[in-house]
């Protein structure tokens, strides 16, 4: 397509194979806006195309992702709110019909898969380093570890206990963001080794506390998204380990069966062909 249609706090850029997001940086433009700046969101990440009325004489048009497919919208989780979503394009009335165009343009740009979750992540996330101040401590991230680095002011007796925290990438297996909006905002990193067990964020040393401005969502929503792709593409990886001897079964288990074959000749319930053909495949076994 390559066509430009701005809206309001946001420009689209339909390119052949994705649609480039570029986002205002105004004072009026929401924070996380301002923060992602821009993003390239390939058809094949989308699920659906919607274009409705909006408030005071606009309309939008709205791009749905697929699950799975933008980590941004993952670690959100559905706790956006409506002005924060970066797939809502918001546009004077009087561009329907060009919005309407593109729209169908769009739709008919969407992959087979758009009503399948996305196996990996197809929108990149914010790239680090990264870092942001919570309630009761700071977070970074360099790409490989995350650390948190305790506020005396604010972290609870059982952090000070455990000390500043630095988790590689390697060591955990997902992310939870909880809205600062909410009474228990928090970011906490989900360990592979399960950690001491369930406990409230504030006692947790893999949590940080978000509220009264600390934690921002335009700054710990793109924290927590850049640590999860890192999280999923250090899975994508690893290399699968093979059990030791994968494939071969115990010889006792395979003589005891073939013990069991040869009565079961002897009865007359197995042919000749059949015992020699079982026999042959369970020798294979060993």
């Avoid at 005071?56 to 749905?64: C, E, F, K, M, W």
């Avoid at 680095?149 to 455990?162: C, H, L, M, P, V």
């Avoid at 640590?227 to 010889?251: H, I, K, M, N, S």
């Amino acid at each position: 397509m390559g066509d430009v249609l701005a809206g309001i706090h946001a420009t689209w850029e339909f390119e052949t194979d994705a649609v480039l997001i570029r986002f205002e940086r105004g004072i009026r433009a929401p924070k996380l806006f301002q923060a992602l700046r821009e993003r390239r969101v390939p058809h094949e990440a989308l699920a659906s195309v919607t274009l409705s009325p909006g408030k005071r004489g606009t309309v939008v048009l709205h791009a749905v992702p697929r699950p799975g497919a933008d980590p941004l919208m993952a670690v959100a989780d559905g706790q956006l709110k409506e002005g924060c979503d970066p797939y809502r394009l918001v546009l004077p009335a009087d561009r329907e019909t060009l919005a309407e165009y593109y729209a169908d343009e769009l739709r008919a740009c969407l992959g087979p898969g758009r009503d399948e979750p996305a196996e990996r992540f197809l929108v990149a996330a914010p790239k680090p380093p990264l870092q942001f101040k919570a309630y009761d401590g700071k977070a970074s991230f360099d790409g490989q570890n995350v650390s948190f680095r305790w506020f005396w002011t604010g972290a609870s007796s059982a952090k000070w206990k455990a000390g500043d925290q630095s988790f590689a990438v390697s060591a955990l297996s997902g992310v939870e963001w909880r809205s600062p909006d909410v009474l228990d905002g928090c970011l906490r990193l989900v360990r592979r080794d399960g950690g001491p067990g369930p406990v409230p964020p504030d006692q947790d040393p893999a949590a940080v506390l978000f509220g009264l401005g600390y934690g921002p969502v335009h700054e710990s929503l793109p924290f927590a998204a850049s640590v999860l792709q890192a999280v999923r593409d250090a899975d994508r990886a690893a290399p699968v380990p093979v059990p030791v001897g994968a494939g071969r079964r115990d010889p006792a288990d395979i003589a005891e069966r073939i013990r069991h074959l040869g009565d079961l000749h002897r009865a007359g319930l197995v042919t000749d062909e059949e015992f020699t053909a079982k026999k042959a495949e369970l020798l294979a076994e060993l």
